[in-house]
């Protein structure tokens, strides 16, 4: 296996032949959207992988995202699933969220997806013009979306919808410049900085201390991950 990735209720790795392999889905109603029924246009060719709540996402080598899931019915299915033209491809990373889907292309702009039910959009799937050029790396949120351009400034969108915004859009200065990795959990927007973990977010009730940074993320850290009420961060030996 060369890469792995973990969704609400899927789990989802990608073999060196370039084929996705996925499982869980099993837990019952409501968890099982088809996100782990792999298209045969993801058996092969797949460089890449993302997986959101309840949708997979894949990208091929020809630059194609290939999305699955999003078959169980309104509740589940906010278009994430319906990959535009623009997206089919030149695109060279992807991410997913809840309820979106995020692709980068070759020429640094972010296209997003999804959000389409009713009070599952808050702004995520908007990508402001500041995203539209110059982007290197993108990240994908609960309710809002990140994405890093080649001048190490985040770029945040997202938490426009009621009782979403715990401050994960509002970037702080720090991160305007000198990040190089960031990550987007259910409330929290994270960036490497100097080897130092930058947090932000985590205003509102959802506030599990995923934005308390220990002092063993002050230094030496290489790379961050965020899941719903978590951070993590993996430091350099």
């Known amino acids: 296996m060369i890469a792995i990735a973990a969704g609400g209720a899927h789990s989802l790795a990608l073999r060196k032949d370039g084929r996705v392999v996925a499982w869980g889905c099993g837990g019952g109603v409501g968890f099982n959207d088809g996100q782990c029924r792999v298209p045969a246009a993801a058996s092969s060719g797949v460089i890449a992988i993302a997986a959101g709540d309840f949708h997979s996402l894949a990208l091929r080598k020809d630059g194609r995202v290939v999305a699955w899931g999003c078959g169980g019915g309104a509740f589940f299915n906010f278009g994430q699933c319906q990959v535009p033209a623009v997206a089919r491809g030149g695109v060279i990373a992807i991410a997913a969220g809840e309820f979106q889907s995020l692709a980068l292309t070759k020429g640094g702009r972010v296209i997003a997806w999804g959000c389409g039910g009713k009070g599952n959009d808050s702004g995520q799937c908007r990508v402001p013009a500041a995203a539209s050029s110059g982007v290197i790396a993108v990240a994908a949120g609960d309710f809002h979306s990140l994405a890093l351009t080649k001048d190490g400034r985040v770029v945040a969108w997202g938490c426009g919808g009621k009782g979403n915004d715990s401050g994960q859009c509002?970037?702080?200065a720090a991160a305007s410049s000198g990040v190089i990795a960031i990550a987007a959990g259910g409330v929290a927007s994270l960036a490497v900085k100097n080897g130092r973990v930058l947090a932000w977010g985590c205003g509102g009730g959802l506030n599990?201390?995923?934005c308390r940074m220990p002092a063993a993320a002050n230094s030496g850290v290489?790379?961050?991950?965020?899941?719903?009420s978590q951070s993590l961060a993996l430091r350099g030996y």
């Not at 290489?222 to 719903?228: E, F, I, K, L, S």
Request: net charge positive; hydrophobic share 45%; proline share 8%.
């Open 222 to 228: 290489t790379a961050v991950a965020a899941g719903y």
């Open 208 to 210: 599990a201390g995923q």
């Open 170 to 172: 509002r970037v702080p």
